[in-house]
């Protein structure tokens, strides 16, 4: 059925007006976008005047952190630590660019120039020790460069005196553990000691075959000139050789030329050939000179060095990484010494450490407890003569503690001893002594006795136990066997089990803070003393968050002790019951 005529009529009208207001409304929101966005228009409205008058002591918490890094900084001189005379009459205060470096480091773990530029326009407690001043990142740069970079260490250190004054710090206990921390360097830019040797000499054997090349090309000209063939790379010879190629080809009007389409002599193509060589033999130099006496670097960062790590974005391999190595200690949550070195294991940095503790502190602590990669016979021997009790466990120690069973029972560490510390195979044959050696490779000289088996022919047990011809020998040092029996003596005794654990807790859970808490879990600047620089303002950023939490924890304490005791749930006695 078809509708009427005026129904379409009707359909029609409507649709043309509703199309027709929403036109309408359109126009009117254009027109009020227009006019709140000319510079001119005014909107109208009531609003009331807000105070913003803001101070420290009333708009800052009291036990903010800010307040303990001005209460700690207070009491540092820094003029005695660094040197402002070089400095400009408009520069910024030293004092207060270190409150400033202080207080970042302590809310954040790490915060980079542009971030404390950033805080000085943003935060209220930055603009207040700012006095409303805008540093620019810039000027921290300059400030931690030329000023900070040298006298870090002196005021980490003054920083620790003071709060050892100030708290109940037990610093005869010091907790010892180490890091690898990755270094800012880039992908494959590694310099490895047994390739560069193999490449250095590959190409000497390149720049003498360019030699008698050009001793017989100057044979062909009927030229009386002939050049050495050396058997060490000298990179001067080298040069002095191009430089009288150089003087033939003027005496002789030989133009270099260079370019496509250009034709060079043979002469040049020799001189060039060994101009590349003597440019490669150069880099191989300067490659030596930046790995010093260690076997890898990177190109980037010439003093990291490449260390195994928990997570290779190289190959996923697990396989090496450019890294600094860190070695802290710790006493009740405390960061009392810091040291960085491109050593690849912890044994070595133990006696440098300790000497560097001593070095600031003008004595050393009682007990160092560390884990089994400090133990060693150069490091219980610094003990021993320091008087510091060794709570050092050694490599091996886990294995001993194990069971004997079928399995490691040829392990000499699961054979039977003798009275006098020899040893017992399995097949119940004593060692006999075969030499006496000295090692004087360490710091101490080391006495070691070599112990060989001569049963080991037609034993049963001889393919388990050893591959040997001669049979099974055993290297080992008495002096090392008593450092190993006082060490287990200590380590399971109830103080030793404390004190491990308070280790596993204070030096490890010092790096897992940093770490996991406050997201620093890499280095940012390059360079030793820039890294050294760095880990020194996390630190003190750490130390100042522990001086914080102590001090407010003995605060509760102390209002729990002084809080008087109510009496409202007693009830007094009536004149009856007296």
């Known amino acids: 059925i078809r509708p009427a005529a005026s129904d379409v009529y009707k359909r029609q009208h409507y649709s043309f007006i509703?199309?027709?207001?929403?036109?309408?409304?359109?126009?009117?929101?254009?027109?009020?976008?227009?006019?709140?966005?000319?510079?001119?228009?005014?909107?109208?409205?009531?609003?009331?005047?807000?105070?913003?008058?803001?101070?420290?002591?009333?708009?800052?918490?009291?036990?903010?952190?800010?307040?303990?890094?001005?209460?700690?900084?207070?009491?540092?001189?820094?003029?005695?630590?660094?040197?402002?005379?070089?400095?400009?009459?408009?520069?910024y205060d030293g004092?207060?660019?270190?409150?400033?470096?202080?207080?970042?480091?302590?809310?954040?773990?790490?915060?980079?120039?542009?971030?404390?530029?950033?805080?000085?326009?943003?935060?209220?407690?930055?603009?207040?020790?700012?006095?409303?001043?805008?540093p620019s990142h810039q000027a921290f740069q300059r400030f931690i460069h030329d000023d900070l970079i040298m006298s870090v260490e002196d005021i980490f250190y003054e920083m620790n005196r003071i709060m050892e004054d100030e708290l109940p710090i037990d610093t005869d206990v010091l907790c010892i553990d180490g890091t690898k921390y990755e270094a800012n360097a880039n992908k494959n830019t590694f310099i490895w000691r047994k390739n560069t040797v193999r490449n250095r000499e590959r190409q000497w054997k390149k720049c003498n075959d360019t030699i008698k090349r050009i001793n017989k090309f100057f044979k062909e000209q009927n030229i009386d000139c002939r050049y050495s063939i050396l058997r060490e790379p000298n990179i001067d010879y080298l040069l002095r050789v191009t430089d009288k190629i150089e003087i033939y080809m003027k005496d002789n009007g030989?133009?270099?030329?260079?370019?496509?389409?250009?034709?060079?002599?043979?002469?040049?193509?020799?001189?060039?050939?060994?101009?590349?060589?003597?440019?490669?033999?150069?880099?191989?130099?300067?490659?030596?000179?930046?790995?010093g006496d260690r076997n890898s670097c990177s190109k980037t960062d010439p003093d990291a060095t490449f260390m195994h790590m928990k997570y290779d974005y190289y190959n996923h391999t697990n396989v090496f990484k450019p890294g600094y190595n860190v070695q802290?200690?710790?006493?009740?949550?405390?960061?009392?010494?810091?040291?960085?070195?491109?050593?690849?294991?912890?044994?070595?940095?133990?006696?440098?450490?300790?000497?560097?503790?001593?070095?600031?502190?003008?004595?050393?602590?009682?007990?160092?407890?560390?884990?089994?990669?400090?133990?060693?016979?150069?490091?219980?021997?610094?003990?021993?003569?320091n008087g510091i009790e060794l709570f050092m466990k050694y490599p091996g120690y886990y294995e001993e503690s194990k069971k004997t069973n079928d399995k490691n029972r040829f392990r000499?560490?699961?054979?039977?001893?003798?009275?006098?510390?020899?040893?017992?195979?399995?097949?119940?044959?004593?060692?006999?002594?075969?030499?006496?050696?000295?090692?004087?490779?360490?710091?101490?000289?080391?006495?070691?006795?070599?112990?060989?088996?001569?049963?080991?022919?037609?034993?049963?047990?001889?393919?388990?136990?050893?591959?040997?011809?001669?049979?099974r020998s055993i290297n080992y040092c008495k002096e090392l066997d008593e450092f190993h029996k006082e060490v287990r003596k200590n380590v399971t005794s109830e103080e030793g089990k404390k004190l491990m654990f308070k280790r596993d807790n204070e030096a490890e859970g010092t790096f897992g803070d940093l770490k996991e808490n406050m997201g620093y879990d890499r280095l940012y600047r390059r360079g030793?003393?820039?890294?050294?620089?760095?880990?020194?303002?996390?630190?003190?950023?750490?130390?100042?968050?522990?001086?914080?939490?102590?001090?407010?924890?003995?605060k509760e304490t102390e209002e729990k002790q002084m809080k008087p005791v109510s009496y409202t749930h007693l009830t007094l006695p009536t004149n009856r019951e007296v």
């Open 528 to 554: 030793h003393d820039n890294v050294q620089m760095e880990i020194y303002l996390v630190a003190m950023g750490h130390n100042i968050r522990k001086y914080q939490k102590l001090k407010k924890k003995i």
């Open 95 to 134: 004092l207060m660019m270190l409150r400033l470096l202080l207080l970042a480091f302590a809310d954040n773990g790490y915060a980079s120039t542009r971030k404390l530029a950033e805080l000085c326009r943003t935060d209220i407690r930055y603009m207040f020790i700012a006095q409303n001043q805008k």
């Open 328 to 385: 802290v200690g710790v006493s009740d949550g405390f960061i009392r010494n810091i040291y960085v070195s491109s050593d690849c294991s912890d044994i070595q940095t133990y006696i440098p450490f300790m000497e560097k503790y001593k070095l600031m502190y003008g004595k050393l602590p009682l007990k160092t407890p560390a884990d089994a990669g400090y133990g060693s016979y150069d490091n219980y021997m610094y003990c021993r003569e």
């Open 18 to 91: 509703k199309s027709k207001r929403r036109t309408e409304v359109r126009l009117l929101w254009y027109i009020l976008f227009a006019m709140i966005h000319q510079q001119d228009y005014t909107a109208y409205q009531t609003y009331a005047l807000l105070d913003f008058n803001i101070s420290f002591e009333k708009d800052v918490p009291a036990d903010d952190i800010s307040r303990n890094v001005i209460e700690v900084t207070e009491r540092i001189d820094i003029n005695k630590f660094v040197d402002f005379t070089h400095r400009n009459s408009h520069g």
């Open 412 to 471: 000499a560490s699961h054979f039977d001893r003798t009275e006098d510390g020899g040893y017992i195979c399995p097949a119940g044959h004593e060692f006999e002594v075969d030499k006496l050696t000295t090692d004087t490779r360490g710091v101490y000289a080391r006495n070691n006795i070599k112990l060989i088996n001569h049963h080991c022919e037609g034993c049963p047990f001889r393919s388990r136990c050893t591959k040997s011809r001669i049979g």
């Open 254 to 291: 030989i133009e270099f030329v260079h370019g496509k389409g250009c034709r060079r002599s043979d002469i040049q193509k020799l001189y060039d050939e060994l101009a590349k060589e003597a440019m490669k033999l150069f880099e191989y130099a300067l490659h030596f000179d930046m790995l």
